[in-house]
């Protein structure tokens, strides 16, 4: 089976391994000497980061929205308007930039006329995902309240201080429908008959909703078209929306992985038009979830999945290597777009990333998709984001999959229980990041070797990225190896270092991770650095996924 089959369908079909100690923070240069080098190269600026790198993603699809960010206004559990209060307090705290929303597949299917108006009085509609749930998931999962529509999301927006992204139904709706939704978000108060019913509903002024999805996965559950066709479907979609003083960044259904047919026909019929239709798009979707643990042994989408918490190492490089293809993605589809827009003004939005595990890993049963990242997903997602924070110039956006009960979530919750996981501390450590000036940084550190069944394989030791503002610098770096330390020297030309301080989560065991029970059982953990002749040299423990926060002279 492939995901495209998958998809269209709408249905889904430990080793115990342990690093060798709890590892000791070195934080100068005592006993050895340093095995590698890290250099930031401040007359070598890559671009600003955008903020909107550290996306979420948001789709109705099993635990996501019920349960997991909406428990409604009367729960006993803690919550603002019906939101859950541990997820929002988490999300200011992480700077969430902009949350997409309401899929994803579920998007295509979604009808948003069903979602506003007094809640009590919406439709209830069979769920995109129906098919796919088991007899353990809550009605609510499988038939759609609608007690969430777009007033309650944007709202939900609004408390964590985040742009809603809205995913248009380009498969089961007409153009109008497109139309009318920009028109309830953004008309201006008392100017339309939609503004009335949102103010109706208690949003007199405008939502203001900037970035709009014009479909999604386009070439699947999006409405099985061809590249062609699609394009055709942007044109006519995109051909008149209302404005209301405000531009609109509209983004394009892109390639699954490195389909680059997908982004080159697309783009070629959407220029028959001339080349100005180019400035129709924002940018270009891109989606890539690392699914194929299978060592090289299948293409299939089921059996070459891998569990979430039973792994030995192999499967830990083959993640990696899995996420690791991002960088080619982007660099790949980068120069398709640069075939067709020279001024690069169309940009890339990985508006769908992260691992994809087989089921039967749920923290609450019957929550489809949903998974439970260990210290393994935090390195694959440090690791994602590096590779974002050093392509600035490329990538306007990005939205981890997903945010929370699905995929590679930030937050695990069911009913009044909540726990960040390994994936969220991340984003906490990143955060500095957002909006930072990204510099070419040089890591040079020993390849690390192992055995991929009976071959030899190899991975590179270690990487990350840079950013600063004013005198304040983030570096962000991933020591991917199970086994051994890393002791760098960072140098930083043309800086010298007045203080500095690490933040990095790591442990002896490779399966660490947080439950309900255990909530803290991974946290990233601080402390201050000594610096040498305003240089660093720092110890980077295996298995490891840190945030140096550098002040400079
Ligand atoms: O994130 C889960 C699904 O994966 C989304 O609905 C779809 O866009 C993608 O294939």
Redesign the pocket.
């Known amino acids: 089976m492939k ?1 495209r089959d998958f ?1 269209q369908n709408g249905a889904l079909g430990m080793a115990g391994f342990m690093l060798p100690s709890k590892t000791a923070w070195n934080s100068t240069a005592a006993s050895r000497a340093a095995d590698s080098r890290i250099e930031v190269l401040f007359d070598e600026p890559l671009g600003t980061i955008s903020p909107n790198i550290y996306g979420h ?1 948001a ?1 109705n ?1 099993g635990g996501v929205l019920y349960d997991g960010i909406w428990v409604g206004e009367k729960s006993r559990v803690p919550n603002i308007d019906g939101v859950r209060k541990d997820l929002i307090e988490h999300m200011r705290k992480v700077k969430a930039p902009v949350i997409r929303y309401p ?4 998007a295509d299917s979604y009808d948003w006329r069903d979602g506003i108006g007094p809640a009590d009085k919406r439709p209830r509609r069979t769920n995109f995902w129906a098919n796919a749930e088991s007899e353990k998931s809550p009605q609510n999962h499988r038939y759609d309240p609608n007690t969430v529509g777009t007033n309650e999301f944007v709202h939900f927006c609004k408390l964590i201080g985040a742009e809603p992204y809205l995913a248009a139904n380009v498969r089961s709706l007409p153009a109008e429908a497109f139309q009318h939704w920009v028109e309830y978000c953004n008309s201006p108060a008392g100017s339309t008959t939609l503004a009335d019913v949102r103010a109706a509903a208690g949003y007199a002024e405008p939502f203001r909703v900037k970035y709009w999805g014009v479909g ?2 386009s070439w ?2 999006g409405g099985e078209f061809t590249a062609q066709e699609y394009a055709v479907e942007f044109r006519r979609y995109t051909a008149w929306l209302p404005r209301f003083g405000d531009d609109l960044s509209l983004i394009a259904s892109g390639p699954n992985t490195d389909d680059w047919s997908w982004t080159r026909e697309f783009l070629t019929e959407l220029v028959r038009k001339g080349p100005g239709q180019l400035r129709r798009v924002y940018g270009m979707a891109l ?1 890539h ?1 690392a699914w194929n643990l299978s060592r090289g042994k299948t293409q299939n989408w089921e059996a070459g999945k891998g569990e979430a918490l039973k792994f030995d190492s192999v499967d830990w490089y083959e993640l990696l290597r899995e996420g690791e293809r991002m960088e080619g993605l982007v660099t790949g589809h980068w120069h398709v777009l640069s075939e067709f827009d020279r001024e690069h003004r169309v940009k890339l939005v990985v508006d ?1 990333w992260g691992p994809w595990y087989r089921p039967g890993g749920e923290a609450t049963p019957g929550n489809l ?1 949903e998974q439970i990242p260990t210290l393994r997903d935090a390195v694959f997602s440090g690791m994602t984001l590096d590779i974002f924070n050093r392509h600035p110039e490329k990538i306007a956006m990005a939205n981890c ?2 945010l929370i009960n ?2 590679n979530n930030l937050y695990l919750a069911h009913e009044d229980k909540f726990v960040i996981t390994p994936v969220g501390h991340v984003f906490e450590l990143y955060a500095s990041h957002q909006g930072g000036s990204a510099l070419r940084t040089i890591f040079s550190a020993p390849t690390l070797h192992y055995d991929r069944d009976g071959k030899p394989a190899t991975f590179w030791g270690l990487r990350g990225s840079t950013s600063v503002r004013d005198k304040s610098l983030t570096m962000t770096v991933v020591n991917p190896s199970t086994s051994e330390s890393r002791l760098a020297e960072i140098a930083f030309r043309s800086a010298t270092v007045k203080e500095a301080a690490i933040r990095w989560m790591s442990d002896p065991d490779i399966h660490a991770h947080n439950t309900f029970e255990h909530r803290d059982a991974l946290a990233p953990r601080t402390k201050q650095l000594s610096v040498n002749d305003g240089a660093l040299v720092v110890e980077f423990p295996p298995a490891c996924v840190a945030a140096l926060n550098v002040q400079l002279n």
Do not use: D, K, S, T
Not at 103 to 106: A, K, L, T, V
């Open positions: 995901r998809l993603f789709e699809l899929g994803g597949c579920f999604n996965e699947g559950c989606h979830y769908e998709l999959a997903q699905c995929l």
